[in-house]
């Protein structure tokens, strides 16, 4: 592909990366995943790809979506062990162009994108178009970011928003917060919100009715509740589900997110009827004198495979096309 302009798109979380390519306004193809772990940098997947793609003649331009903040030149991965500069990076791989965005960034540019079949809705509420959009994702940590119009292009907020404290609204969350505090100085929604989450809400329930039953995963943990093979699975799952309605809703008044409220991330999709039959849509709209204002800001479960790569897509396209000169 000699000469060729082709436009690299990853979808970097703590576990998978995901790597695709388009050339003009197509869609990303050739979509490859990795196992972060099975690598020691992001530039030795990114050349592995770049191999087995038969890209190495190619003038690349890359957007990267990366699970940290993306800032400065130095990039240090929040929940990997890779760490490198930017610059560097586009000089090792001889890139024409490198852009790095956040990967809730890339994931609010793919929900305009989003057909029906790509998502679903949980609960009341209807869509506003043009309004804000609100995203967070329980994965391997918690993402979060928004989504705003701006004349004929979205335009994505990003930030930390996992990272805000933890607010428990009843009694046995106040003891799950207190087991947490035996743990750590600082209790974020990710504590709670995430695959760890899953597990630190079981391990907090085994603790509180003194259940002494043995540590789970994550993948144990839900299993368990879906097949109704164990209560305190159950228990935590639905926990979990309840914490998540609550965190959503004070998204969606932060913003007033009246173009809905997605739930991304690996870890939901897996239990949409779950958590269909779940608090989480009573407490996404129990937020006292405001109860009216959200129950009108639909909430939808992210079910496409690769947003963050469609979103990428999408970012970069938008990125050509204004810095064309």
Partial sequence: MSHTIVNIVADIGGTNIRLG?????????????????????????????????????????????????VENDWISMTNLPWRFSKRELKQELNLNKLVLINDYTAIAHAIPHLKDNQKVKIGGGKAVAGKPISICGPGTGLGVANALAIGEHWHALGGEGGHVDF???????????????????????????????????????????????????????????????CQLCQQSLAQFCSILGSFAGNLALTLASFGGVYIAGGIVPRFIEFIEQSEFRSRFESKGRFEDFNQNIPTYVITESQPGILGASAYLRQHNLQHLG
């Fill in 167 to 229: 607010a428990p609204v009843n009694k046995i969350e106040s003891e799950i917060l207190a087991f947490l505090f035996t743990k750590y100085e600082h209790v974020s929604y990710e504590q709670l919100l995430s695959g760890l989450g899953l597990e630190q809400i079981y391990q907090a329930l085994n603790h509180i009715y003194n259940a002494q039953l043995p540590q789970l995963t994550a993948k144990d943990i839900s299993a368990k509740a879906l097949t109704k093979e």
């Fill in 21 to 69: 390519y388009f050339a003009n306004e197509e869609a990303a193809g050739n979509i490859k995943v990795y196992q972060c772990a099975e690598y020691e940098s992001l530039s030795a997947v990114l050349k592995t790809y770049i191999e087995e793609v038969g890209l190495s003649n190619a003038t690349i331009n890359a957007c990267l979506a990366i699970a940290c903040p």
